[in-house]
């Protein structure tokens, strides 16, 4: 299969992307931030701060806790509790 080369013009334009200095990736069409969520790294935390498990992924910890993705998204933006197999338990991003 031959694929064609894209048109000049649709590569002289100026991009719609921005990076910035943190290396965040900025979409000028959108007017927002890029994010792949599916690459946060996430913990499980109990009630006292320890850490119970660690993720590579919102899913691989929703997986677990037997929740929606959704859901373990909304729990980690909001700080909020989940209970599993009776204990109170907190999803919080790892900060690198």
């Known amino acids: 299969m031959i694929l064609n080369p894209p048109p000049p ?39 006292l701060g320890l850490v119970i498990s660690t993720w590579d992924s919102i899913s691989d910890c929703a997986k677990y806790l037997g929740i929606t993705r959704q859901r373990a998204g909304t729990l ?3 700080g909020s509790p989940v209970r599993f197999e009776d204990k109170v338990l907190y999803i919080k991003k790892v900060i690198t």
């Open 9 to 47: 013009w649709l590569l002289s334009g100026p991009s719609n992307l921005e990076i910035q200095e943190d290396g965040r990736i900025f979409i000028k069409s959108l007017n927002k931030y890029y994010s792949d969520k599916s690459k946060i790294k996430v913990e499980l935390h109990n009630e």
């Open 76 to 78: 980690l933006q909001k």
